[in-house]
């Protein structure tokens, strides 16, 4: 890498009648600690070159760096939000359809408590179809995933990864939403009086 002033830039490289006679200067400092103060030094120079118009740019490669990762975390802030407000509503169908389920076999639990099931017994086998439910749409999630994956990477172009440990943390999240919003209605479940649940 040469260096060369800037005057004799000026004079070798001619440019075309109202075209800017530089558009780009890039600087390499030796030290990155004193990436700052070289700016500054910089900055300093070229208002004074300008007469104190500030018509450039300085784009030092730290504050690049914390704009993209700013960028990022808004980024993550938003996609969660979304996701959760997806969880919560996937969780709210889950409970609906439990609810629905346990006032259509009511008469079913009436029987099963007077053949002496306990109430745990009760409960146990609602929040169980609840994480199977939940455990299905977590499957259902990750063949998509991993088949827009596979679209993205053919038509886009861009190399994409599907790692175990998203795959697991998928049904992980799953299974916490079906015992989450399952709860309530294996305990409504559970606690039905036996002869209220025979004559339903």
């Known amino acids: 890498m040469r260096n060369i002033p800037l005057t004799t830039v000026l004079q070798r490289f001619k440019w ?21 103060e070289a700016s500054d030094i910089i900055r300093n120079i070229l208002k004074r070159r300008h007469r104190g118009v500030d018509d450039f ?34 969780g709210i169908g889950i409970m609906n359809i439990m609810l629905a389920s346990v006032l259509e076999r009511t008469r079913e639990i009436g029987i099963r408590r007077a053949l002496s099931a306990r109430r745990r017994d009760i409960l146990s086998q609602v929040l169980i179809e609840a994480v199977l439910v939940s455990l299905l749409g977590g499957l259902i999630g990750v063949v998509l995933k991993y088949s827009m994956t596979k679209v993205i990477t053919l038509y886009a172009q861009w190399k994409t ?40």
């Open 161 to 200: 990864i599907v790692e175990m440990w998203t795959i697991l943390l998928c049904f992980g999240v799953a299974a916490a939403v079906g015992i989450g919003f399952g709860l309530y209605p294996a305990r409504q479940a559970a606690l039905l009086n036996p002869i209220d649940a025979l004559r339903y």
């Open 16 to 36: 075309e009648p109202g075209e800017p006679e530089l558009t780009r200067i890039t600087i390499k400092v030796g030290n990155p600690e004193q990436l700052q």
């Open 57 to 90: 740019k300085i784009a030092i490669p730290e504050e690049l760096m914390r704009q993209s990762q700013r960028t990022q975390q808004i980024f993550n802030i938003v996609v969660g939000c979304i996701a959760g407000i997806s969880l919560v509503v996937g």
